[in-house]
């Protein structure tokens, strides 16, 4: 219940001008990443088979590191702009977004089918489909997390209209609601109930409980997926949400909303987005796609456990697996064929 001190601590369009932000990949740097497509290609491997050893990059891996330390240490997010995704068959831009990742960690699930590179689409499901997830709409996104110490995004083709993306640093959103509202942030650092998702089938826990705050071991975690909340406190057996606590969650969402706090931005063909869950919120604007089928949005999703990722809140095993630093932790198991 202090102020949190971090080089994560960014406001709005602070972000953009930060060096340790962004990247333009140089046509020798692209022309690096081809040669090793090719190469990859040449061997006919299985995409889950690729790792640093098979995606060779030997100029470019020293920026790939820095990203990977400033994912944890600097800014908490990164945008790697150039690839020219056009020149290439979908198939091809999914080996060069996972041989790129690879550097950055671990991909995990991300589905019951053991999904490890999810397509970001509207798959036009009916509102109450169970099988429908906020990737998979059009509408816009609540400021939340992924199960995984980092998420990354290739974007292949761009919304029509809207699908703008949202970051807001959740260690300033801690901050303002401190001087703001700290009864309100008191309710925050307490655990609250996640009901388990309706794609996690291989999780027979009907819920689980951790903080949206919290310091461990002297690293800050920020970590919501409100949907999930609002389910839990639902279902018959759990306790009802208190008015305190819902002002709370609503709260923090106002806060995550104003302008001067997020960053907005568009990702472009090319773009590749990484961003640390702990100090990160993300969210998306509703869209207009494209009649098209071949020219509606498409980013391809990646979750990643990182090699130096923070320690979490015991209490986020139930979730995550694991909680240590740098464990292989996050995402969906998927089900085992009986």
């Not at 020149?87 to 589905?111: A, C, K």
């Not at 997390?145 to 970051?167: E, H, P, Q």
């Given at each position: ?5 971090s ?9 953009a001008?930060?060096a340790?932000?962004h990247?333009t990949?140089?046509?020798?740097e ?7 497509l090719q190469?990859?290609n ?5 995409l889950?088979?690729i790792t ?15 990203i ?8 908490g997010s990164f945008?790697?702009?150039g690839?020219?995704t056009?020149?290439?068959s979908l198939?091809?831009?999914q080996r060069v977004f996972?041989g790129?990742?690879?550097y950055l960690g671990?991909p ?13 689409q509207?798959a ?5 489909d169970?099988k429908?997830r ?6 816009a996104?609540h400021?939340h ?10 974007c292949?083709?761009?919304a029509?209209v ?5 970051l ?6 801690h901050n ?11 309710q925050l650092y307490?655990p609250?109930?996640?009901?388990t ?11 689980c ?10 690293h800050?975690?920020?970590y919501?997926?409100r ?8 279902l018959p057996?759990?306790p009802e ?8 969650l609503?709260?923090?969402d ?11 931005f ?17 969210s998306?604007?509703?869209f ?9 949005r498409?980013?391809?999703?990646i979750w ?10 015991a ?8 909680s ?13 064929a009986s």
């Amino acid at each position: 219940m202090q102020p949190y001190q971090s080089p994560a601590a960014w406001r709005g369009d602070e972000l953009a001008r930060r060096a340790d932000w962004h990247h333009t990949l140089s046509p020798s740097e692209c022309a690096e990443i081809d040669q090793a497509l090719q190469t990859i290609n040449g061997r006919s491997m299985a995409l889950e088979d690729i790792t640093q050893t098979e995606f060779p990059l030997p100029n470019l891996a020293h920026k790939l590191q820095s990203i990977q330390g400033s994912l944890e240490h600097g800014s908490g997010s990164f945008l790697l702009r150039g690839w020219p995704t056009g020149r290439y068959s979908l198939e091809d831009n999914q080996r060069v977004f996972w041989g790129l990742s690879r550097y950055l960690g671990t991909p995990i699930s991300q589905s019951a089918r053991g999904e490890t590179l999810f397509h970001v689409q509207d798959a036009g499901y009916a509102t109450n489909d169970a099988k429908a997830r906020g990737p998979n709409t059009r509408k816009a996104l609540h400021f939340h997390c992924d199960r995984c110490d980092v998420i990354g995004f290739l974007c292949i083709r761009a919304a029509k209209v809207g699908g703008d993306s949202y970051l807001a640093s959740s260690i300033t959103v801690h901050n303002e609601i401190l001087k703001r509202r700290p009864d309100l942030l008191e309710q925050l650092y307490r655990p609250w109930y996640y009901k388990t998702h309706n794609v996690d089938l291989a999780n027979n826990d009907p819920w689980c409980r951790q903080p949206i705050f919290a310091i461990q071991e002297g690293h800050f975690v920020g970590y919501i997926l409100r949907v999930l909340i609002d389910r839990a406190y639902e279902l018959p057996e759990l306790p009802e949400m208190t008015p305190l606590q819902r002002e709370a969650l609503d709260f923090l969402d106002s806060v995550c909303a104003e302008q001067d706090l997020n960053f907005k931005f568009r990702q472009e063909p090319g773009d590749m987005l990484f961003v640390n869950n702990f100090v990160n919120f993300h969210s998306r604007s509703e869209f207009e796609d494209h009649d098209d089928p071949e020219s509606k949005r498409l980013l391809l999703r990646i979750w990643l456990s990182v090699p130096n990722s923070r320690p979490l809140p015991a209490s986020f095993a139930g979730s995550f697996g694991h909680s240590g630093a740098g464990e292989l932790r996050g995402g969906i198991h998927p089900v085992r064929a009986s």
